[in-house]
């Protein structure tokens, strides 16, 4: 029990921020070129704790947070499939308990499977939007390529 508590502790609490973690407050340079220069919404971010949180207790709600409309769905679907089959595997074994069937052990042990599945589902939700979260600003146009003398990185430059 001592042990549940202390893991559940250590991954709830946030560590200290580093020093190259701490976002850049400084505003984006004007321009002198007669162009409208628009600073990134940074009011609307998400923080990754804050999408791990959601995500643990809905499944789906911290990809959402962070702009993954897909992901957070996949996750919500999967969290419907395992929802209904431990609640189907449930009463199947309330129904062969009644029956004094010899498969009992058998369904108890697929109700179990299936509500690790449906826990696991939380734990990996929540584990994915924190990454997410993380890697938000990371440029969407980075390519890597093999070449013949190893792996190339590509980041498209934009003036």
């Keep these: 029990m001592r042990r549940v508590l202390a893991v559940t502790f250590l991954s709830v609490v946030p560590s200290l921020r580093l020093a190259g973690q701490v976002p850049d407050t400084t505003p984006p340079p004007l321009v002198t070129s007669g162009a409208l220069v628009v600073a990134p919404d940074t ?9 791990f949180l959601r995500s643990l207790l809905v499944p789906g709600w911290g990809q959402a947070a962070t702009g993954r409309p ?14 209904m089959m431990t609640f189907k595997a449930q009463q199947e074994a309330n129904y062969l308990k009644e029956i004094h069937s010899k498969n009992l ?12 599945l449906w826990v696991f589902n939380h734990l990996f939700s929540g584990a994915e939007a924190y990454v997410s979260a993380h890697l938000r600003d990371f440029p969407p146009d980075l390519k890597v390529r093999a070449f013949p003398g190893g792996i190339g990185v590509s980041i498209p430059v934009h003036e």
């Design 43 to 51: 009011a609307h971010r998400i923080r990754p704790m804050g999408a």
């Design 105 to 116: 052990r058998l369904k108890r042990q697929e109700v179990q499977d299936w509500l690790v």
């Design 70 to 83: 897909l992901t957070g769905a996949a996750f919500v679907a999967w969290e419907g499939v395992t929802a």
